[in-house]
């Protein structure tokens, strides 16, 4: 089965500066999809970022970018000019393009705390 | 647009007492999921449906039911609540496989006392 691990369970950050998440995946699959979620105390899960494994470019979305291994199974957040709103907690998904294509994979989440 | 809907917000159920938490989605998504969060556990899956009629189980289905009559909604039952079923349960949808990502609700908070 499929699982990712997330071994950072607290970071912390000041504002304005740059932090990174770590998370790494266990797959025999050649190709399938990572996702970043930010959760915020508010509960809601919203999504961050999304990298397809067939491409090497890395994902970017403004302040957000990821780090993409696909030889090491890694695929790390990068949270640039760290804001307030950003503390929340991260995590990180996967889903395989073949057996069990419908599910996401859940990380068991990075608490991000931004100190101002 | 309200997106992935869920209700209710919280609750507090006795050992033993049923329940059904309510999600409804209107973005006309097929795919939709039940994921429970325990703290420092992340999401786990436990139950998800393809479609109207169609159902299966993610990894942690005992003690729930489901039903997909429609496209819309995919109640979750929790028949003879037990205190191992506390925890915070989000209902989201997807359009699809593939990149599509999942939109979920602001989840339901279940004390079982």
């Known amino acids: 089965a499929q699982t990712v691990t997330q071994s950072q369970p607290e970071m912390s950050v000041q504002e304005a500066e740059t932090v990174t998440l770590s998370c790494t995946y266990d797959t025999s699959e050649s190709d399938y999809y990572l996702f970043w979620y930010k959760q915020p105390p508010s509960r809601q899960m919203i999504l961050v970022i999304r990298q397809e494994a067939y491409k090497q470019q890395n994902a970017t979305e403004n302040r957000f970018s990821v780090n993409f291994q696909k030889a090491a199974k890694s695929f790390s957040l990068k949270i640039s000019d760290s804001q307030l709103g950003d503390a929340a907690m991260y995590f990180c998904a996967y889903r395989p393009t073949q057996g069990g294509s419908e599910k996401l994979v859940f990380g068991k989440g990075t608490k991000l705390t931004v100190n101002p | 647009n309200a997106g992935v809907t869920q209700t209710p917000k919280f609750r507090i159920l006795k050992i033993g007492q049923s329940m059904t938490l309510q999600c409804t989605q209107d973005?006309?998504?097929?795919?939709m999921y039940w994921y429970r969060q325990d703290p420092g556990m992340g999401l786990k899956l436990i139950y998800y449906s393809v479609g109207a009629g169609i159902t299966d189980k993610g990894e942690v289905p005992n003690g729930y039911n489901v039903s997909r009559s429609t496209t819309e909604d995919f109640p979750l039952r929790l028949e003879l609540a037990a205190p191992s079923q506390t925890s915070v349960y989000f209902c989201?949808?997807?359009?699809?496989?593939?990149?599509?990502?999942?939109?979920f609700g602001n989840g339901t908070r279940l004390t079982v006392t």
């Open positions: 973005m006309n998504h097929n795919y």
């Open positions: 989201a949808s997807s359009p699809g496989r593939g990149n599509s990502p999942l939109h």
